[in-house]
Protein backbone atom coordinates (compact mmCIF):
# COMPACT_ATOMS: atom_id res chain seq x y z
CA UNK A 1 0.00 0.00 0.00
CA UNK A 2 1.20 3.74 -0.26
CA UNK A 3 0.93 5.99 3.19
CA UNK A 4 1.95 9.19 3.45
CA UNK A 5 2.99 10.97 6.61
CA UNK A 6 3.26 14.32 7.90
CA UNK A 7 2.84 16.34 11.43
CA UNK A 8 -0.76 17.78 11.52
CA UNK A 9 0.62 21.11 12.89
CA UNK A 10 3.63 23.22 13.05
CA UNK A 11 3.82 26.88 14.56
CA UNK A 12 6.42 29.38 13.68
CA UNK A 13 7.34 32.96 13.99
CA UNK A 14 7.46 35.22 11.41
CA UNK A 15 11.08 35.60 9.41
CA UNK A 16 12.02 32.10 10.74
CA UNK A 17 12.66 28.73 8.68
CA UNK A 18 10.40 25.83 8.86
CA UNK A 19 10.82 21.96 8.18
CA UNK A 20 7.66 20.20 7.05
CA UNK A 21 8.66 16.68 6.76
CA UNK A 22 6.89 13.65 5.05
CA UNK A 23 7.58 10.20 5.54
CA UNK A 24 6.22 7.77 3.18
CA UNK A 25 5.68 3.73 2.85
CA UNK A 26 5.26 3.07 -0.63
CA UNK A 27 6.54 0.81 -2.75
CA UNK A 28 7.85 2.98 -5.40
CA UNK A 29 6.48 6.21 -6.66
CA UNK A 30 7.52 8.74 -9.86
CA UNK A 31 8.19 11.26 -7.35
CA UNK A 32 7.89 14.12 -4.38
CA UNK A 33 5.12 17.00 -5.09
CA UNK A 34 4.05 19.41 -2.52
CA UNK A 35 0.77 21.64 -2.27
CA UNK A 36 -0.04 24.68 -0.39
CA UNK A 37 -3.80 25.28 0.13
CA UNK A 38 -5.10 28.49 2.41
CA UNK A 39 -7.95 28.14 4.38
CA UNK A 40 -10.80 28.26 2.18
CA UNK A 41 -8.82 28.14 -1.20
CA UNK A 42 -7.34 25.36 -3.38
CA UNK A 43 -4.36 23.73 -3.60
CA UNK A 44 -1.89 25.19 -5.73
CA UNK A 45 1.35 23.49 -6.58
CA UNK A 46 4.82 24.48 -4.88
CA UNK A 47 7.23 21.62 -6.16
CA UNK A 48 8.30 18.83 -7.68
CA UNK A 49 11.49 16.74 -6.99
CA UNK A 50 11.84 13.47 -9.24
CA UNK A 51 15.54 13.00 -8.25
CA UNK A 52 16.92 12.85 -5.16
CA UNK A 53 18.11 16.42 -3.48
CA UNK A 54 17.23 19.70 -3.27
CA UNK A 55 14.94 21.81 -5.51
CA UNK A 56 14.83 25.47 -4.48
CA UNK A 57 12.46 27.79 -5.61
CA UNK A 58 12.72 30.98 -3.78
CA UNK A 59 11.81 31.22 -0.53
CA UNK A 60 10.49 27.60 -0.64
CA UNK A 61 12.63 24.78 -1.12
CA UNK A 62 12.33 20.90 -1.45
CA UNK A 63 14.13 17.65 -0.40
CA UNK A 64 13.68 14.14 -1.32
CA UNK A 65 15.75 11.12 -0.28
CA UNK A 66 14.50 7.54 -1.58
CA UNK A 67 16.95 5.78 0.05
CA UNK A 68 15.39 6.90 3.45
CA UNK A 69 11.84 7.45 2.31
CA UNK A 70 12.03 11.08 3.46
CA UNK A 71 11.35 14.11 2.00
CA UNK A 72 10.46 17.99 3.28
CA UNK A 73 9.49 21.50 2.48
CA UNK A 74 11.54 23.83 3.56
CA UNK A 75 10.33 27.68 4.25
CA UNK A 76 12.29 30.49 4.56
CA UNK A 77 11.72 34.20 5.50
CA UNK A 78 8.26 32.81 7.06
CA UNK A 79 5.62 35.76 5.93
CA UNK A 80 2.20 35.33 7.99
CA UNK A 81 0.72 34.78 4.27
CA UNK A 82 2.60 31.59 4.30
CA UNK A 83 0.25 30.57 7.43
CA UNK A 84 -1.59 27.47 5.56
CA UNK A 85 -1.93 24.12 5.06
CA UNK A 86 0.90 21.96 3.20
CA UNK A 87 0.52 18.30 1.61
CA UNK A 88 3.07 16.21 0.22
CA UNK A 89 1.98 13.94 -2.60
CA UNK A 90 3.17 10.61 -4.70
CA UNK A 91 2.08 9.27 -7.79
CA UNK A 92 2.95 5.22 -7.35
CA UNK A 93 4.05 3.56 -10.55
CA UNK A 94 1.31 2.12 -12.60
CA UNK A 95 -1.62 3.77 -10.70
CA UNK A 96 -2.16 5.87 -14.04
CA UNK A 97 -3.12 9.20 -13.34
CA UNK A 98 -3.48 8.59 -9.52
CA UNK A 99 -2.15 10.86 -6.84
CA UNK A 100 -1.91 9.95 -3.31
CA UNK A 101 -1.84 12.96 -0.59
CA UNK A 102 -0.53 12.78 2.67
CA UNK A 103 -2.91 14.19 5.31
CA UNK A 104 -1.48 17.98 5.33
CA UNK A 105 0.25 20.14 7.84
CA UNK A 106 -1.33 23.34 9.18
CA UNK A 107 1.43 25.69 9.50
CA UNK A 108 0.91 28.76 12.09
CA UNK A 109 3.25 31.43 11.29
CA UNK A 110 3.17 34.17 14.46
CA UNK A 111 4.40 37.91 14.75
CA UNK B 1 -8.80 34.42 -17.46
CA UNK B 2 -9.46 31.39 -15.17
CA UNK B 3 -7.22 28.22 -15.63
CA UNK B 4 -9.81 26.19 -13.93
CA UNK B 5 -13.27 26.49 -12.74
CA UNK B 6 -15.97 25.51 -11.25
CA UNK B 7 -19.58 25.93 -10.99
CA UNK B 8 -21.01 25.84 -8.39
CA UNK B 9 -19.11 27.57 -5.49
CA UNK B 10 -21.15 26.49 -2.94
CA UNK B 11 -24.12 23.72 -3.16
CA UNK B 12 -26.92 23.07 0.14
CA UNK B 13 -29.36 20.30 -0.63
CA UNK B 14 -31.68 17.52 1.28
CA UNK B 15 -30.84 14.14 1.14
CA UNK B 16 -32.19 12.10 -1.50
CA UNK B 17 -31.31 14.85 -4.06
CA UNK B 18 -29.33 14.27 -7.14
CA UNK B 19 -26.81 17.63 -8.00
CA UNK B 20 -24.39 18.10 -10.50
CA UNK B 21 -20.74 20.18 -10.59
CA UNK B 22 -19.56 21.72 -13.99
CA UNK B 23 -15.71 22.04 -14.51
CA UNK B 24 -13.89 23.51 -17.34
CA UNK B 25 -10.08 23.90 -17.81
CA UNK B 26 -8.46 26.47 -20.25
CA UNK B 27 -5.10 25.31 -19.99
CA UNK B 28 -5.32 22.77 -22.79
CA UNK B 29 -4.64 20.03 -20.46
CA UNK B 30 -5.26 16.37 -21.89
CA UNK B 31 -6.09 14.90 -17.71
CA UNK B 32 -8.58 16.08 -15.27
CA UNK B 33 -9.89 14.61 -11.59
CA UNK B 34 -12.32 15.03 -9.20
CA UNK B 35 -10.83 15.06 -5.56
CA UNK B 36 -13.03 14.53 -2.19
CA UNK B 37 -11.81 16.53 0.83
CA UNK B 38 -13.51 15.73 4.05
CA UNK B 39 -13.66 18.01 7.31
CA UNK B 40 -10.47 17.03 8.18
CA UNK B 41 -9.13 18.05 5.07
CA UNK B 42 -7.74 14.58 3.85
CA UNK B 43 -7.86 15.34 -0.07
CA UNK B 44 -8.88 12.18 -1.24
CA UNK B 45 -8.81 11.27 -5.45
CA UNK B 46 -12.12 9.90 -6.89
CA UNK B 47 -11.97 10.25 -10.57
CA UNK B 48 -9.26 11.16 -12.99
CA UNK B 49 -9.90 11.11 -17.10
CA UNK B 50 -7.11 11.47 -19.79
CA UNK B 51 -8.45 12.13 -22.92
CA UNK B 52 -11.94 12.08 -22.06
CA UNK B 53 -11.12 8.19 -21.33
CA UNK B 54 -11.70 7.16 -17.46
CA UNK B 55 -8.20 6.19 -16.40
CA UNK B 56 -9.41 5.98 -12.25
CA UNK B 57 -12.25 5.26 -10.44
CA UNK B 58 -11.31 5.05 -6.96
CA UNK B 59 -13.73 2.67 -5.36
CA UNK B 60 -16.38 5.60 -5.49
CA UNK B 61 -20.14 4.75 -5.06
CA UNK B 62 -21.95 4.42 -8.04
CA UNK B 63 -24.13 7.42 -7.00
CA UNK B 64 -21.27 9.60 -8.56
CA UNK B 65 -20.99 9.74 -12.02
CA UNK B 66 -18.69 11.75 -13.70
CA UNK B 67 -19.23 12.71 -17.10
CA UNK B 68 -15.92 13.86 -19.67
CA UNK B 69 -17.85 15.64 -22.97
CA UNK B 70 -14.67 17.05 -24.09
CA UNK B 71 -10.79 17.46 -22.99
CA UNK B 72 -11.60 20.69 -21.64
CA UNK B 73 -14.69 19.81 -19.53
CA UNK B 74 -15.29 16.80 -16.79
CA UNK B 75 -18.47 17.21 -14.52
CA UNK B 76 -19.86 15.47 -11.55
CA UNK B 77 -23.64 14.09 -11.18
CA UNK B 78 -24.47 12.61 -7.98
CA UNK B 79 -27.56 10.92 -6.83
CA UNK B 80 -29.82 10.25 -4.03
CA UNK B 81 -27.06 12.40 -1.82
CA UNK B 82 -26.60 11.23 1.47
CA UNK B 83 -25.08 13.08 4.41
CA UNK B 84 -21.59 11.41 4.39
CA UNK B 85 -21.49 13.30 0.85
CA UNK B 86 -21.40 16.94 2.75
CA UNK B 87 -17.30 18.07 1.82
CA UNK B 88 -15.39 20.46 -0.38
CA UNK B 89 -14.81 18.93 -4.05
CA UNK B 90 -12.30 19.66 -6.33
CA UNK B 91 -11.53 19.39 -10.16
CA UNK B 92 -7.86 19.77 -11.18
CA UNK B 93 -6.11 19.19 -14.45
CA UNK B 94 -2.89 18.42 -15.43
CA UNK B 95 -0.65 17.80 -18.95
CA UNK B 96 0.66 14.02 -18.65
CA UNK B 97 4.67 14.62 -18.84
CA UNK B 98 5.41 10.85 -17.99
CA UNK B 99 6.18 11.58 -14.07
CA UNK B 100 5.74 14.71 -13.94
CA UNK B 101 2.60 15.65 -11.65
CA UNK B 102 1.89 19.42 -11.58
CA UNK B 103 -2.08 20.08 -10.91
CA UNK B 104 -4.11 22.53 -11.20
CA UNK B 105 -6.76 22.97 -8.82
CA UNK B 106 -10.87 24.21 -9.56
CA UNK B 107 -11.78 26.48 -6.62
CA UNK B 108 -13.81 23.79 -5.20
CA UNK B 109 -17.31 23.09 -4.72
CA UNK B 110 -18.31 23.06 -1.27
CA UNK B 111 -21.00 20.39 -1.43
CA UNK B 112 -23.77 20.63 2.31
CA UNK B 113 -26.32 17.70 2.87
CA UNK B 114 -29.07 18.66 5.38
Known amino acids: GQSLEQPSEVTAVEGAIVQINCTYQTSGFYGLSWYQQHDGGAPTFLSY????GLEETGRFSSFLSRSDSYGYLLLQELQMKDSASYFC????????????FGAGTRLFVKA | DTAVSQTPKYLVTQMGNDKSIKCEQNLGHDTMYWYKQDSKKFLKIMFSYNNKELIINETVPNRFSPKSPDKAHLNLHINSLELGDSAVYFC?????????????FGPGTRLTVT
Open chain 1, 89 to 100: AVRPPGGGFKTI
Open chain 2, 92 to 104: ASSQDKGSYDEQY
Open chain 1, 49 to 52: NALD
